[in-house]
């Protein structure tokens, strides 16, 4: 059955992997960042990648950056006008450790995977 709220099922997916993954050991986000600041970051790519997307997205960071907090803004900060080139070097890092295939949206989103 579909969420009656598609963006409250985005957020109740997306949040508990940045507590998990991004803000461990204790789940919370780092002194002065808010969750919901990462999520605003989060959501700015609802209409384009799925769930399974940011989940590659967020755990591909961890492998990146295996030691200390982090936060999206590390994505949004190495932003440029040719694309995002830390989500596609998160992405890969995650395929590769997973060992398998690139998740069908993200190659029909332009999304290199190198």
């Not at 099922?9 to 780092?30: C, H, Q």
């Not at 990462?38 to 209409?47: C, E, S, V």
């Amino acid at each position: 059955m579909a969420s009656a709220n598609p963006s409250a099922a985005w957020a109740s997916a997306v949040a508990p992997l940045l507590r998990e993954v991004l803000y461990a050991p204790d789940g919370k986000p780092p002194e002065g960042w808010t969750i919901g600041q990462d999520m605003q970051i989060a959501k700015y790519g609802t209409g384009k990648w799925a769930i399974t997307d940011w989940e590659a997205v967020i755990r591909g960071l961890r492998l990146l950056y295996p030691t200390g907090k982090l936060t999206l803004k590390l994505i949004s900060a190495h932003r440029t006008k040719e694309g995002w080139p830390l989500l596609n070097r998160a992405v890969t890092a995650y395929y590769q450790s997973q060992k398998g295939k690139p998740a069908h949206g993200l190659r029909k989103l332009g999304i290199r995977l190198s």
